[in-house]
Nanobody, 126 residues
Framework: VQLQAFGGGSVQTGDSLSLSCAASGRAFSRYSVGWFRQTPGKEREFVAT????????FYGDSVKGRFSISRDGAKNTVTLQMNSLKPEDTAVYYCALSQSTGWGTALTRTSNYNYWGQGTLVTVSS
């Protein structure tokens, strides 16, 4: 399975941005998908996850109420809609696939994920 995250860019505080994660292979629907972000010198931070069937979206505390995750099984894509962006949202964003049958809090660690895509940079200026 190969993943690619795209859609990053430079925006202003309060703006919105949509990230997409595209996957190759027919088995995409068998995986839960997660988004993480990372800034230099820090560990990768959990952002959001969505279960295999498209249910049970779950968010990190720092983005709850502002970000929304969804998936399109027909297109093998997962979208992270980011609203009300803040400078502290600046990071490289990564999407990942998990073979786990769990959901929610069971998918908030990087060790829960089996495949990772290359990141896409999001910069939010004040």
């Amino acid at each position: 399975v190969q993943l690619q995250a795209f859609g990053g860019g430079s925006v202003q505080t309060g703006d919105s941005l949509s990230l997409s994660c595209a996957a190759s292979g027919r088995a995409f629907s068998r995986y839960s998908v997660g988004w993480f972000r990372q800034t230099p010198g820090k560990e990768r931070e959990f952002v959001a996850t969505i279960a295999r069937g498209g249910g049970f979206p779950f968010y990190g505390d720092s983005v709850k109420g502002r970000f929304s995750i969804s998936r399109d099984g027909a297109k093998n894509t997962v979208t992270l809609q980011m609203n009300s962006l803040k400078p502290e949202d600046t990071a490289v964003y990564y999407c990942a696939l998990s073979q786990s049958t769990g959901w929610g809090t069971a998918l908030t660690r990087t060790s829960n994920y089996n495949y990772w895509g290359q990141g896409t940079l999001v910069t939010v200026s004040s």
